[in-house]
């Protein structure tokens, strides 16, 4: 007879204990806050992205010239909604719950692969990110296109590079600018490991042939960059692809706000590289300002705080732009968040590649906004080396505290949004 207490024998629990408490805790954190915003009425762009959603359901096809992405999002949306047979707004962002669950869930299988000790405090980082967290709840497509992007690197550090392209060309599908993130994938797959010797010509090749999906998604995304003329579906004119240096520097800026600690840690390398090459560093620091002094201004329709004051980030680019002294001060955060973004450690030196792939992925971005910066700010997350604990924690309570305001201000009466 078996022994039903023998190791041997006794399957190992999905979740420990610990698992099932920190999923209860966050899931009753995300239900809760939707039960408190489920009934406000359309926040931005939720009324174009809920009626193209009720379009198809009703079984009209034509898509919403104002739409600028595909409509992959609308459609799985839509099929969800008719299939529980609703075709409400609490519905739709029920459904946007149901993804923010799986975007943590995700997001905790992947830190849980490279940083398995750090996985419960990583993965309440992100749910608290403020970058993401006001779209946990609203109907928007960045919280599925994030989803398929993450699912997508997890397959490619788990090397299934058949499974992980197909799962970026559904984030391609939903968001043309997650190309940038297929690439990332794809390269991760190209540099599986750290180890010195791994790396040959023989084997890079072996590699090619086996990632042989990725360059036809790229070729095919060419071809459709070529036919559309740009990749925009509608609101051509307002999202043209773009050389839009304003957007880095934004970006660097909230950057150095959101991964402080990173950025003051950088700082040391910064001062012994001072020390080692004082003239190359003081020259790429002037050139640095000249780009920054003669680039950094408003450029795009949407970002003129004239017509659209009600937007956080508007508010910031004029105070920023108009006046000189607030424009040079920005210098210091955007210093800084060059420091954090190139000198903070990795696990591996693979995933350094996420520093470049950032940068492109937001200087062809013609308007300057906190949504384009989602996939960059989370997988920047994912990846850094942890800092003290003690910061860490510190950090976690601050991005809940900077969300809960955020999400305040989008559902005051005289909103605010980010």
Known sequence: MIHLFNKKYCKKPIFTWREYFFWVFVVSI?????IIIRHIPFIIDEKWHFGQIKQFQSGNFKLDTYIAVFPT???ITAAVLWLCKSDTLQAARYFSLLIAIFNAITFYALSKEIYPQERYVRTLQFVFLPLIFPYHFLVYTEGMSLLFVLISIYLALRDKPLLSALIAILAVSIRATNIFWAGFSWLLLLFPTNNVGLFSWTRFRSLLMRTWIFPLIFIAFSIFIWLNHGVAIGDRNHHNIT????NVFYYLMMFSVLFFPDCIKSLYAVGHLVCRKPIITTLMGGILSLIY??????????NDPARYWAYMRNRILFWTTHFPLAKGLCLIPTFLGISGLTFTQFQERRFKILIPITILSIIVMPLIELRYYIIPGVLFLLFRKSNLPGVEYFMTILYLVISICLLSGIISKVPLYP
Do not use: A, P, R
Not at 30 to 34: D, K, W
Not at 294 to 299: H, L, P, R, V
């Open 293 to 302: 002094w003669k680039s950094y201004k408003i450029t795009h329709h949407y």
């Open 30 to 34: 995300l239900i809760t806050i939707y």
């Open 243 to 246: 050389l839009n240096l304003s």
């Open 73 to 75: 999002y609308h459609f």
